[in-house]
């Protein structure tokens, strides 16, 4: 019996057993080709591809290539290094239509697949990233579920590493990661109306700029990290009651919500700010009654921004900085603000405009506050004579003793800080000898005017 004969009765019998079930075909590697296909003899023992089954990839790693139309139901990695490609732009990976289709990497491997992944799953079926190794998807993937709007992509264990802006699939898939497991974004993609909950779970970003996701905390205990230098924008409410969850790395996480005071799913989560910086822009969070989840920014990590943050009180612990605005801005807190001794709140003034000229914070509750209030200009503004800054408002204050650094001014000015204790407002003043010179002479003047009129009175008499 010839081997291309062997081969079609095996991939006959294989093709009647996954009418049942889909069946495991485990690749070989080394050959001549390293075709995925239905026609080379690159699996089991010499035979092609069976459509719908399950691939294993282990002996050593390699780059895999995509040829004609494979679909498959899961794929497990069983070795380091393997590349799922598509050299020729001749091939098309498709999930399996029916069931839950998962992607294995095992313990300390990682596999790349960029090959476009495309399908459409029935209703309830789901795509589930498996094992503690890492997947990377770097590929604009299509698929999709007949049950859109539903959480259908789970990220189990491990990391799984996206590099493109469709890697999670079409618009509108949701996905979700579970306790123990980790998201990835790299090379500063945008995934637009695609949701991701962290439950319990990792968020990472790395140092690349100009990124946004729309991520919910959904557990206890997740973690968004951004790596120094990067920048993370999330799109949308962090819905959710009760959770907590912390930011880290040393890059910044800018927080939005797109229907401000409005939504009752929006986040009510606890939040630390354990390193980098977290910034509110546009407006955030809901008014409530009751519930007064915290802001916490801890030693080394900043908070501020633009805009509204509702419900939260926010904590300044020692060594950390508020920073309102960016560039110049205004920050409103609905609720509670507390500076602590060793916190720093940096005012930046670059004209006279309250929110665009310069920074301000207005806390709608109390303030409590203390540390150092850093004032600097920017953009070569030099304030004028009568020049006036409110820099904070608070529904009561608590004065725990603070101190204010302020920048020199030019030509004879000064700051007048006797209404910042009492009103939060810095107003720019003659100097004291330049005042004293101003008063001698409007009293010269006056002097000069008196004998003046002196002399003309003289001059009447004489007449």
Request: aromatic share 8%.
């Amino acid at each position: 019996m010839t081997t291309s004969r062997r081969a079609g009765i095996l991939a006959m019998a294989l093709c009647a057993a996954g009418a049942a079930r889909a069946a495991d075909q485990t690749w070989i590697d080394g050959n001549a080709n390293n075709d995925w296909s239905t026609a080379a003899p690159n699996w089991d023992a010499g035979v092609a591809w069976v459509n719908s089954n399950s691939a294993i990839f282990g002996g050593t790693g390699e780059t895999v290539d995509v040829d004609g139309t494979v679909v498959f139901s899961n794929i497990t990695f069983n070795a380091d290094g393997y590349t799922i490609g598509d050299a020729g732009a001749d091939g098309a990976l498709n999930f399996v239509s029916n069931g839950t289709s998962r992607i294995t990497v095992g313990a300390g491997l990682s596999a790349e697949i960029s090959e476009s992944i495309g399908g459409r799953k029935g209703t309830g079926h789901q795509f589930r990233k498996a094992g503690d190794g890492t997947l990377v998807l770097s590929a604009p993937n299509s698929f999709s579920f007949a049950s859109s709007g539903s959480l259908n992509i789970y990220v189990d264990a491990g990391k799984l590493v996206v590099r493109n802006n469709a890697a999670l699939g079409a618009a509108g898939n949701w996905s979700q990661v579970l306790p123990g497991a980790t998201l990835r974004i790299e090379n500063g993609i945008d995934l637009g109306n695609r949701y991701v909950q962290i439950n319990g779970a990792r968020l990472e970003a790395d140092s690349s700029t100009n990124r946004g996701v729309r991520f919910q905390i959904t557990g206890n205990n997740s973690v968004v990290d951004v790596a120094d230098g990067g920048l993370l924008e999330n799109l949308s409410a962090l819905s959710g009651s009760g959770y907590t969850w912390s930011k880290t790395g040393g890059g910044t996480l800018l927080l939005q919500d797109p229907t401000p005071n409005s939504n009752p799913a929006h986040t009510y989560s606890n939040t630390t700010i354990a390193a980098g910086t977290l910034k509110i822009t546009n407006s955030f969070g809901k008014d409530h009654a009751t519930l007064r989840p915290t802001m916490l920014a801890s030693n080394g990590a900043t908070f501020g921004g633009a805009g509204t943050l509702h419900q939260y009180n926010v904590t300044m612990l020692d060594g950390s900085t508020l920073d309102p605005g960016f560039s110049a801005g205004l920050l409103t807190l609905r609720e509670n603000l507390t500076l602590n001794n060793g916190t720093t709140s940096l005012f930046e003034i670059g004209g006279t405009g309250r929110g665009s000229g310069y920074d301000a914070v207005v806390v709608s509750n109390a303030l409590f506050l203390d540390g150092e209030i850093i004032v600097s200009l920017i953009n070569g503004y030099s304030p004028a004579y009568g020049d006036t800054f409110d820099l904070l408002d608070w529904g009561t204050l608590t004065d725990n003793g603070y101190s204010l650094t302020l920048p020199g001014l030019d030509g004879g000015l000064s700051w007048d800080q006797s209404q910042f204790g009492s009103a939060g407002t810095l107003l720019v003043i003659p100097e004291p000898p330049a005042l004293s010179l101003v008063l001698v002479g409007l009293a010269a003047m006056a002097i000069g005017r008196h004998r003046r009129g002196a002399r003309t009175s003289g001059r009447e008499r004489m007449r």
